[in-house]
């Protein structure tokens, strides 16, 4: 048989019966069931496509809920589309209420917390959660992660004051804070502990220890002063090089990477370089340890040492520290220069540390009893208005005093009030600046060596703020003219 014939055969043939995909349109089934010869038209009314080198539109299709399935009619008794007629999946970007959530599968997890950041109720509600509260702390929640190193153009601190990652051996310590700060509300660094009252006397100090090492330090102070001006000048640069290293180690156990060697080689050698070549050594020292820090920073292997940031903290210890240190060695150097007559260096400078003790006494005791204002809260609550005038007030008569009693042969009354009210004003001025900085570093004291005041910084803080002020003052006045004519 030819293919012809059996092409022919196949088309007459209606053995094989109606099509499996029914039609119920007039023109697509004639009698009984043979389809006529209807041409298939693709009927697209989107127009053509694109030509292939126009650029993309961009556009995202979107797939959208279809619209119920029509009732099966007569025709409609095999429907092969059946299966897929449930759930059709719905972009995000539609917006339709519970469409993300309708399927059952798929959950929206735009609410809950980023990977690690735990919190304690958590672990309480949870039975399964089987840890401990030191255990806890570490997955607690930040309002801010510390970077791990400081990075150059930012200032690495908490809450926006600045403050790097803490060291190795202070991350327990941070991590016990922040579930305490988890569960109590308050955050973290903002109110440091005091002592108890039944272990600290006035101000939080232990006050039998503290005035008993006042005591041996102003003893020795004193004999040196008696003993020659180089004696004086060993001792501020033993308290300068000891306040040096509290605080380049402090800053070092909270981040930060300065050039400790370099910034307390300069602090030492600002008041000797002083004493011995005068007011024009002073802008050397701070050059070449300026130059010495960068050499530092240049010589490491890449950015990750953070030369800016790093070199704002040692030259801030180099300026804070040795250059007023330094007008410590000015002043002894004056007189052994013979630009002043006789002692009029030591004896400014033992005027200068009983105007400091007295006005550090005064603000203690009269802020302890009657402080009611906070100086600046944020710094220090414990200092207060009250305490600042008593100070001041006390300062003042103290100078009177000696005045009166004819115990300083360099100064007279009227330069005396002056110089009590300088201390008074720059003296709490220099610790409040020391406050700050251990507010912003979160420690309450740069070291522990002096006991009963924490440490050689903590203790004498004022005096780097007096001393440039008191020896201007001396230069300007000339106390030791008005008491020989007295």
């Known amino acids: 048989m030819s293919d012809d014939v059996w092409r022919r055969k196949a088309r007459d043939d209606d053995d094989f019966g109606p099509p499996l995909f029914g039609d119920d349109s007039d023109d697509a089934v004639v009698g009984s069931g043979v389809r006529t010869d209807k041409p298939i038209v693709f009927d697209d009314n989107s127009g053509s496509l694109p030509?292939?080198?126009?650029?993309?539109?961009?556009?995202?299709?979107?797939?959208?809920?279809?619209?119920?399935?029509?009732?099966?009619?007569?025709?409609?008794?095999?429907?092969?589309?059946?299966?897929?007629?449930?759930?059709?999946?719905?972009?995000?970007?539609?917006?339709?209420?519970?469409?993300?959530?309708q399927s059952g599968q798929l959950e929206d997890f735009s609410d809950m917390p980023r990977s690690g950041a735990f919190s304690e109720s958590t672990a309480q509600d949870d039975p399964f959660f089987d840890i401990t509260d030191a255990d806890i702390s570490g997955a607690v929640a930040a309002t801010r992660r510390e970077p791990g190193r400081i990075t150059i153009g930012t200032d690495p601190t908490d809450e926006g004051i600045g403050r790097p990652t803490p060291s190795k051996g202070r991350a327990r310590t941070s991590r016990e804070e922040q579930a305490r700060a988890a569960r109590t509300g308050r955050p973290t660094g903002s109110v440091r502990t005091t002592p108890s009252q039944s272990t600290a006397g006035v101000g939080g100090r232990d006050m039998p220890t503290a005035v008993a090492v006042g005591a041996l330090m102003a003893a020795v102070f004193v004999g040196a002063i008696i003993w020659k001006p180089q004696a004086v000048l060993a001792i501020v640069v033993i308290v300068i090089g000891l306040a040096a290293v509290e605080y380049f180690e402090k800053v070092t156990e909270k981040g930060y990477q300065p050039a400790s060697v370099v910034g307390i080689v300069a602090c030492v050698a600002a008041p000797l370089a002083a004493y011995w070549v005068g007011e024009r050594a002073i802008p050397l020292v701070m050059v070449f340890a300026f130059i010495a820090g960068c050499i530092s920073?240049?010589?490491?292997?890449?950015?990750?040492?953070?030369?800016?940031?790093?070199?704002?903290?040692?030259?801030?210890?180099?300026?804070?520290?040795?250059?007023?240190?330094?007008?410590?060695?000015?002043?002894?150097?004056?007189?052994?220069?013979?630009?002043?007559?006789?002692?009029?260096?030591?004896?400014?400078?033992?005027?200068?540390?009983?105007?400091?003790?007295?006005?550090?006494?005064?603000?203690?005791?009269v802020g302890?009893?009657?402080?009611?204002?906070?100086?600046?809260?944020?710094?220090?609550?414990?200092?207060?208005?009250?305490?600042?005038?008593?100070?001041?007030?006390?300062?003042?008569?103290?100078?009177?005093?000696?005045?009166?009693?004819?115990?300083?042969?360099?100064?007279?009354?009227?330069?005396?009030?002056?110089?009590?009210?300088?201390?008074?004003?720059?003296?709490?001025?220099?610790?409040?600046?020391?406050?700050?900085?251990?507010?912003?570093?979160?420690?309450?004291?740069?070291?522990?060596?002096?006991?009963?005041?924490?440490?050689?910084?903590?203790?004498?803080?004022?005096?780097?703020?007096?001393?440039?002020?008191?020896?201007?003052?001396?230069?300007?006045?000339?106390?030791?003219?008005?008491?020989?004519?007295?």
Request: zero cysteines; hydrophobic letters at 50%; glycine letters at 12%.
């Open 51 to 101: 030509h292939w080198t126009e650029p993309a539109t961009g556009e995202v299709p979107r797939v959208r809920k279809p619209a119920a399935a029509p009732v099966a009619g007569p025709a409609d008794e095999l429907d092969v589309w059946s299966s897929f007629a449930g759930q059709a999946p719905v972009w995000q970007d539609d917006d339709q209420p519970g469409a993300s959530d």
């Open 297 to 365: 920073f240049i010589g490491a292997p890449n950015l990750n040492s953070s030369p800016m940031p790093n070199m704002a903290i040692t030259t801030l210890g180099v300026t804070w520290i040795g250059l007023s240190g330094a007008y410590g060695g000015l002043i002894l150097g004056a007189q052994s220069a013979g630009a002043i007559p006789g002692h009029a260096g030591t004896d400014t400078l033992l005027l200068l540390a009983v105007g400091v003790v007295v006005n550090d006494i005064g603000a203690l005791f």
């Open 368 to 486: 302890s009893a009657a402080g009611r204002t906070p100086l600046r809260g944020w710094i220090s609550p414990n200092k207060s208005v009250e305490g600042f005038i008593g100070g001041a007030l006390l300062t003042i008569i103290a100078m009177v005093v000696i005045g009166i009693a004819g115990k300083s042969d360099t100064w007279s009354t009227p330069n005396l009030i002056a110089l009590g009210i300088v201390i008074a004003i720059m003296a709490p001025l220099g610790d409040l600046t020391e406050s700050m900085f251990k507010r912003n570093l979160d420690i309450k004291d740069f070291g522990s060596i002096v006991k009963g005041h924490g440490g050689v910084l903590d203790r004498f803080d004022g005096f780097l703020f007096a001393l440039p002020a008191v020896f201007y003052l001396m230069i300007v006045l000339e106390p030791w003219t008005t008491a020989v004519r007295k």
